[in-house]
Nanobody, 125 residues
Framework: QVQLVESGGDSVQAGGSLRLSCATSGAIFSSYCVGWFRQALGKEREGVATIDSDGSTSYADSVKGRFTISRDNAKRTLYLQMNSLKPEDTAMYYC???????????????????WGQGTQVTVSS
């Protein structure tokens, strides 16, 4: 049973920064593709960033240059450093994982079978 638990969500003003964390258990974390997704009210879930077992990353255009995804395999933890936050970044953020590395850079939620419960990020103008 793969388990993922997000933390670090908060309310911040535009231009601020947050660091999200996702603690994992129940799988060989180092061999999995892991990623961050978000869903705003009334919108579809969006793949924000993913990182594969070899460290290769993929980002949505909307966050390139502002967000950085990283992983610490020893701690079995995934991170998302979010800088220069904008009101449109407001959403519930989820971490997810898949053993299927070939799907990693697609950032499509359908290919990620394991999900956390989410952490809320709210950015005010």
């Amino acid at each position: 049973q793969v388990q993922l638990v997000e933390s670090g969500g908060d309310s911040v003003q535009a231009g601020g920064s947050l660091r999200l964390s996702c603690a994992t258990s129940g799988a060989i974390f180092s061999s999995y593709c892991v990623g961050w997704f978000r869903q705003a009210l009334g919108k579809e879930r969006e793949g924000v960033a993913t990182i594969d077992s070899d460290g290769s990353t993929s980002y949505a255009d909307s966050v390139k240059g502002r967000f950085t995804i990283s992983r610490d395999n020893a701690k079995r933890t995934l991170y998302l450093q979010m800088n220069s936050l904008k009101p449109e970044d407001t959403a519930m953020y989820y971490c997810a994982s898949t053993s299927g590395g070939r799907w990693c850079q697609t950032r499509k939620s359908a290919y990620f079978p394991y999900w956390g419960q989410g952490t809320q990020v709210t950015v005010s103008s």
